[in-house]
């Protein structure tokens, strides 16, 4: 297992909840140059990948009229083009047979004021996911995404917020709470395993029925 992000603190902190089999690089997402020698650093220690969770995310909450080219290019930098190009580049090492399972996020369903590009960045990720799926199905790899709603992830930390705010945030969910982390996790492994062979192109919501239930 290869486990990759910005900084070197939250990568070792990965390695360390995944045990000694895991090999942690940090790596830029936006950086093209740092995506080729992370993917030299896999071919050098395991030859080849079967899965690939591209996980890259930034956020930029502002109202639209107030986004400058700055924060354009930094979001987009990492939720699109940091995607990408670490499927494109990763390519060459997915076995035949493998799976890509890109990380959405639910804001690509549903309208939500200041957020705006954050949305539009992770709605192109959804649709190279679709169009993945078609290209890449020859060589028997599925392509699916995952739209994460309200996680308690250091990103979006619950603890973080006070109680009023909490609460307008899990009044919207029809399941009452923050998802955590892990159920996002099980979600994905779903995806990258024999169970889901038949699932390709799909975007799967885990939101606690944010999206399509409206709490009573």
């Avoid at 830029?28 to 996980?55: K, S």
């Avoid at 390519?91 to 590009?117: F, K």
């Avoid at 930390?157 to 705010?165: C, G, K, V, Y």
Wanted: hydrophobic share 50%.
């Amino acid at each position: 297992m290869v486990v990759t992000g910005r900084t070197r603190r939250r990568v070792d902190q990965a390695v360390a909840a995944l045990g000694p089999r895991a090999l942690g690089v940090a790596a830029n997402a936006a950086d093209l140059n740092e995506i080729d020698a992370l993917m030299d650093t896999i071919r050098t220690r395991h030859d080849r990948l079967d899965v690939v969770f591209a996980n890259a995310g930034v956020g930029t909450f502002v109202p639209f009229a107030d986004i400058t080219e700055t924060d354009f290019d930094h979001t987009v930098d990492v939720n699109f083009k940091g995607v990408f190009f670490t499927i494109q580049k990763a390519l060459p090492l997915l076995a035949a047979g493998g799976c890509i399972v890109i990380n959405a996020s639910w804001t690509l369903h549903r309208g939500n004021g200041t957020l705006t590009l954050y949305s539009a960045a992770k709605a192109a990720a959804h649709n190279l996911a679709r169009t993945l799926a078609a290209e890449l199905a020859p060589r028997g790899v599925r392509v699916n995404s995952i739209s994460p709603g309200y996680i308690d992830t250091p990103m979006y930390p619950a603890a973080a917020l006070s109680d009023t705010e909490a609460a307008a945030v899990t009044s919207r969910v029809a399941t009452g709470r923050f998802g955590r982390a892990e159920e996002v996790a099980a979600a994905v492994a779903f995806l990258a395993s024999p169970e889901s062979s038949y699932i390709n192109g799909q975007d799967l919501v885990i939101d606690g029925g944010l999206v399509n239930a409206i709490p009573a």
